[in-house]
C-alpha cells in the first residue's frame, strides 16, 4: 500500500474502542487477546529471523496485556521455538483471562515459572540462555512504577543484552502522559494495538520504543468512525505492519 498517515489514540480512547468492540460489535476480550499474540508471535519471528529451535522468554503480567503474551507463547511454541514463561507473581493471582491461557499452556507443557524472591537466582539464569525476550508485563493503563517482581524482571531484560519485543507499550511507559518510570523496558522493537499510543510520540517514548509496529486486533473501521477518528485502510497486505516516525506523525512504512 502507499505511504498513509496513521492516527494516535489516547488511553480513553483506547478504553472506549475496546469497551464498544465488546458492547456494541460482540468480539470479545478472547478474540482480541487472540490476535494480539498471534500478531506477537509473527513479529518475533520476524525479529528473530525465524523461531524454529530458538529460545523464546516470555515476561507476562497479571493482566490483559499478560494475556497476550500467554498466546504468543503458545503461537512460538507451535511455530517449533522453546519458550519459557516467567510469570511476575504467583499462578494464582493470574485474572479470568490470562489464566485461561495459561492453563492452555500448562496442557500442551509450556514451561511457566512465577517470579520468587527465593527463586531470583534459577530464574535469572533463564534469560542468559534465551535468543529474544517478549514483554508482554504491563499495558496502557500503567499509573505508577513498576514494583516487584514486575519490576525486577524489568531490570533482567534490560541487564541482559538480547532484543526485547514489548506489546502495545514498553512496560514502564505511561501511555497516559509518556512519563518514563524507572525501570523501563528498553524495546528493540514494540507492537502496539489498534492504533499507536499517543504518549510513544515523544522522543524519549521512541527511544525506548525501539521500531513501532503496529497490529490489526480486528478493530470495525465503523467504530473508529464513531469516535471521530479517520484513518485509511492500514491491513491490506496483512499484519503486523511496520510505521516510521515523521513531522506529520507515525506513518505507514
Given at each position: 500500500?502507499?505511504?498513509?498517515?496513521?492516527?494516535?489514540?489516547?488511553?480513553?480512547?483506547?478504553?472506549?474502542?475496546?469497551?464498544?468492540?465488546?458492547?456494541?460489535?460482540?468480539?470479545?476480550?478472547?478474540?482480541?487477546?487472540?490476535?494480539?499474540?498471534?500478531?506477537?508471535?509473527?513479529?518475533?519471528?520476524?525479529?528473530?529471523?525465524?523461531?524454529?529451535?530458538?529460545?523464546?522468554?516470555?515476561?507476562?503480567?497479571?493482566?490483559?496485556?499478560?494475556?497476550?503474551?500467554?498466546?504468543?507463547?503458545r503461537?512460538?511454541?507451535?511455530?517449533?521455538?522453546?519458550?519459557?514463561?516467567?510469570?511476575?507473581?504467583?499462578?494464582?493471582?493470574?485474572?479470568?483471562?490470562?489464566?485461561?491461557?495459561?492453563?492452555?499452556?500448562?496442557?500442551?507443557?509450556?514451561e511457566?515459572?512465577?517470579?520468587?524472591?527465593?527463586?531470583?537466582?534459577?530464574?535469572?539464569?533463564?534469560?542468559?540462555?534465551?535468543?529474544?525476550?517478549?514483554?508482554?508485563?504491563?499495558?496502557?493503563?500503567?499509573?505508577?512504577?513498576?514494583?516487584?517482581?514486575?519490576?525486577?524482571?524489568?531490570?533482567?531484560?534490560?541487564?541482559?543484552?538480547?532484543?526485547?519485543?514489548?506489546?502495545?507499550?514498553?512496560?514502564?511507559?505511561?501511555?497516559?502522559?509518556?512519563?518514563?518510570?524507572?525501570?523501563c523496558?528498553?524495546?528493540?522493537?514494540?507492537?502496539?494495538?489498534?492504533?499507536?499510543?499517543?504518549?510513544?510520540?515523544?522522543?524519549?517514548?521512541?527511544?525506548?520504543?525501539?521500531?513501532?509496529?503496529?497490529?490489526?486486533?480486528?478493530?470495525?473501521t465503523?467504530l473508529?468512525?464513531?469516535?471521530?477518528?479517520?484513518?485509511?485502510?492500514?491491513?491490506?497486505?496483512?499484519?503486523?505492519?511496520?510505521?516510521?516516525?515523521?513531522?506529520?506523525?507515525?506513518?505507514?512504512?
Open positions: 500500500m502507499k505511504s498513509a498517515i496513521v492516527p494516535s489514540v489516547t488511553v480513553e480512547q483506547m478504553r472506549d474502542v475496546d469497551r464498544l468492540m465488546i458492547e456494541e460489535y460482540g468480539i470479545l476480550l478472547i478474540q482480541m487477546m487472540e490476535n494480539a499474540g498471534r500478531n506477537l508471535a509473527t513479529l518475533v519471528s520476524t525479529i528473530a529471523q525465524a523461531v524454529s529451535g530458538k529460545s523464546v522468554l516470555v515476561l507476562a503480567g497479571m493482566g490483559n496485556n499478560g494475556g497476550g503474551g500467554l498466546v504468543a507463547a503461537h512460538l511454541s507451535n511455530m517449533g521455538a522453546h519458550v519459557r514463561v516467567i510469570l511476575s507473581a504467583a499462578m494464582d493471582e493470574l485474572h479470568e483471562m490470562p489464566a485461561h491461557q495459561a492453563s492452555i499452556l500448562k496442557k500442551i507443557g509450556v511457566m515459572l512465577e517470579w520468587m524472591p527465593s527463586e531470583e537466582s534459577r530464574l535469572v539464569a533463564t534469560f542468559g540462555i534465551s535468543g529474544i525476550i517478549v514483554d508482554a508485563l504491563l499495558g496502557y493503563s500503567l499509573d505508577g512504577a513498576p514494583r516487584g517482581g514486575t519490576a525486577r524482571l524489568i531490570e533482567e531484560a534490560n541487564a541482559s543484552g538480547k532484543p526485547i519485543v514489548a506489546l502495545d507499550v514498553p512496560s514502564g511507559l505511561s501511555a497516559t502522559d509518556a512519563r518514563i518510570y524507572e525501570p523496558i528498553s524495546a528493540t522493537a514494540t507492537l502496539t494495538l489498534a492504533l499507536p499510543k499517543t504518549a510513544l510520540a515523544s522522543a524519549e517514548a521512541r527511544a525506548k520504543s525501539g521500531q513501532l509496529y503496529l497490529a490489526d486486533i480486528s478493530v470495525p465503523g473508529y468512525h464513531r469516535l471521530g477518528i479517520e484513518l485509511p485502510t492500514l491491513f491490506t497486505g496483512g499484519s503486523p505492519i511496520k510505521l516510521v516516525w515523521t513531522p506529520s506523525g507515525w506513518m505507514t512504512d
